[in-house]
């Protein structure tokens, strides 16, 4: 994996601002990949970035770090739909350029 493309996706998920989320697929969009892909480099981020911030497309939190994510979008105050993110009200629209790789 790219180290651009880990470095991009760090990039935008350090972006998202406390009580938003974003897809998987929006972050691919944004820099130019594919979903699959952000969800791999998200495997290779740290612990300092928000990762239960970033979502399925239909809402569904990620299933990674013992299942942490549900626990971490309750507790920003994340409008839910039952076990889903309600992304009409919770989803960022990240806006400017996109950010250079390093």
Same mark, same amino acid.
């Given at each position: ?7 991009? $996706? ?8 406390? @009580?938003?989320?974003?897809?998987? @697929? ?12 952000? !969800? ?7 612990? !300092?970035?928000?990762?239960?911030? $970033? ?26 739909? !039952? ?12 806006? !400017? ?6």
């Amino acid at each position: 994996m790219s180290t651009d493309i880990v470095a991009e $996706v760090r990039a935008e998920v350090a972006a998202i601002p406390a @009580g938003s989320v974003a897809s998987y @697929g929006a972050i691919a969009e944004r820099i130019g990949t594919s979903p699959r892909q952000v !969800g791999r480099a998200m495997s290779l981020l740290d612990e !300092g970035v928000p990762w239960w911030r $970033v979502v399925h497309a239909d809402g569904t939190p990620a299933t990674c770090h013992q299942g942490q994510a549900p626990r971490r979008l309750a507790d920003e105050g994340i409008p839910m739909r !039952g076990t889903r993110v309600d992304m009409r009200r919770a989803r960022h629209r990240r806006e !400017g350029p996109v950010p250079p790789s390093s």
